[in-house]
């Protein structure tokens, strides 16, 4: 979902394009923090206070920043603490919608059809991006956040005084080292599945697929050894990878045109995965038609390109 121009409401990823040709993803614009007494956080305004039943979530299953924070949600036991709402899969010139469909959850705040009404209830004056995740205060009937790495932040700790399930995905004396993964992890594989797909310039594509499936490789490395992407602890880098590598074969491999390997052809990342899935509850967050449906049917997702593919690679000896 786009910017507000002109009261319309535009293509998801207008002015997002580089002149090379390269995908640059806009930063979220919404970034106040749920805290244990509603002191100020990292960024934005205070008077967030963490409260059961207070904060309602909206996700789409299809979109792995939002399934992270689905994630937490379910690890952290925070269920009855915030509720949930789920957009259609398949977005269209107006964003996300509350069209009913396969797992939709309608807006039990305001009977929003579109999520964008929800930014604007929100400030009618809001002209950034309308995403997925979005966290809503019902107290100060404001958005808290659409930053999904900051949502998860907040779910890990902000709850643990009032009754959250124990556990610390980001722990402070692993923090260096889970924010290095995470950097790596972003700008080569979460982002760069995007960087790979919506290019618009052969250069910029192959640039970031070979960025993308170095650090793949890298990744398959460093799991040779060690359970976690930091050791032996499962942490939040884990999660954070864990949210493309489920949806890679099933999309980004031939949409976005990352078609060197699968997940399933790398031993280490495969096992990884799956040993992730089958952890309590994880299977439930992973909507296999909600993925396939948004990045196959949704109007205008991708951009027609004279793009040539760089891969598979193929063995026929």
């Known amino acids: 979902m786009g910017n507000l121009i002109n009261g319309q409401w535009h293509d998801k990823w207008r002015d997002t394009e580089a002149k090379d040709g390269s995908f640059v993803r806009p930063d979220a614009k919404v970034r106040n923090w749920i805290t244990t007494t509603g002191e100020p956080g990292p960024s934005g305004e205070g008077g967030f206070k963490a409260e059961a039943g207070r904060y309602h979530l909206y996700i789409a299953h299809s979109c792995p920043w939002a399934h992270r924070t689905m994630i937490f949600r379910l690890l952290k036991g925070l269920e009855d603490m915030i509720s949930v709402s789920v957009v259609n899969p398949i977005s269209g010139d107006n964003g996300w919608t509350f069209e009913e469909g396969h797992g939709v959850v309608a807006d039990p705040e305001f009977t929003a059809d579109f999520l964008y009404?929800?930014?604007?209830?929100?400030?009618?004056?809001?002209?950034?991006?309308?995403?997925?995740?979005?966290?809503?205060?019902?107290?100060?009937?404001?958005?808290?956040?659409?930053?999904?790495?900051?949502?998860?932040?907040?779910?890990?700790?902000?709850?643990?005084?009032?009754?959250?399930?124990?556990?610390?995905?980001?722990?402070?004396?692993?923090?260096?080292?889970?924010?290095?993964?995470?950097?790596?992890?972003?700008?080569?594989?979460?982002?760069?599945?995007?960087?790979?797909?919506?290019?618009?310039?052969?250069?910029?594509?192959?640039?970031?697929?070979?960025?993308?499936?170095?650090?793949?490789?890298?990744?398959e490395e460093r799991l040779e050894s060690q359970t976690y992407l930091v050791g032996e602890r499962l942490t939040e880098a884990d999660w954070r990878l864990f949210t493309t590598l489920v949806r890679f074969d099933y999309v980004y491999y031939g949409a976005f045109r990352c078609n060197k390997r699968r997940i399933v052809d790398y031993p280490n990342l495969w096992r990884f995965v799956r040993r992730l899935y089958k952890i309590p509850g994880i299977a439930d967050t992973v909507d296999v038609w909600s993925i396939k449906a948004h990045y196959y049917a949704s109007g205008k997702l991708l951009k027609q390109t004279q793009i040539v593919p760089l891969g598979p690679d193929i063995d026929f000896s």
């Not at 107290?139 to 124990?166: C, P, W, Y």
Request: proline share 2%.
């Open 117 to 219: 009404e929800i930014y604007q209830r929100s400030d009618s004056t809001y002209t950034g991006q309308v995403t997925v995740p979005t966290l809503w205060d019902r107290t100060q009937k404001k958005l808290v956040s659409n930053e999904s790495g900051e949502i998860i932040r907040m779910f890990n700790s902000a709850f643990d005084d009032i009754g959250a399930v124990e556990g610390d995905y980001y722990p402070s004396e692993l923090r260096d080292e889970i924010d290095a993964i995470n950097e790596l992890v972003y700008g080569a594989i979460n982002n760069g599945v995007y960087r790979v797909g919506f290019a618009t310039s052969q250069e910029a594509y192959e640039a970031a697929f070979h960025k993308l499936f170095d650090a793949l490789e890298q990744l």
